[in-house]
C-alpha cells in the first residue's frame, strides 16, 4: 500500500525526492502520513481536495479488500 502511495504522489509532484511516507500500523487501521515540501502540497491536495480525496478512494479500496482500514494524513 504504501508503495502504491508513493508511486501516485511522486507522479504529481516536481520533486519527488521530497516525498516521504511513514506508515503507522495498528490492530485494523492502517495511518499513512504523507510528507511533501511546500512548493509540491498544492499538487498533492488539488483544487478544493479533489486529488487528495481521490487518492484516499483507492486506498480505501484497496485496504477494503485486505479486511482493513487505512487513513492518508497529508501534513505540509
Not at 16 to 32: A, R
Amino acid at each position: 500500500m504504501k508503495e502504491l502511495i508513493e508511486y501516485i504522489v511522486k507522479a504529481l509532484v516536481d520533486d519527488p525526492s521530497s516525498i516521504d511516507i511513514k506508515e503507522v500500523t495498528g490492530d485494523k487501521i492502517t495511518i499513512y502520513e504523507l510528507r511533501a515540501s511546500k512548493n509540491d502540497i498544492g499538487k498533492v491536495i488539488g483544487k478544493k481536495g479533489r486529488t487528495a480525496s481521490a487518492i484516499r478512494t483507492i486506498i480505501n479500496a484497496v485496504s477494503a479488500r485486505q479486511g482493513k482500514r487505512a487513513v492518508l494524513e497529508i501534513i505540509e
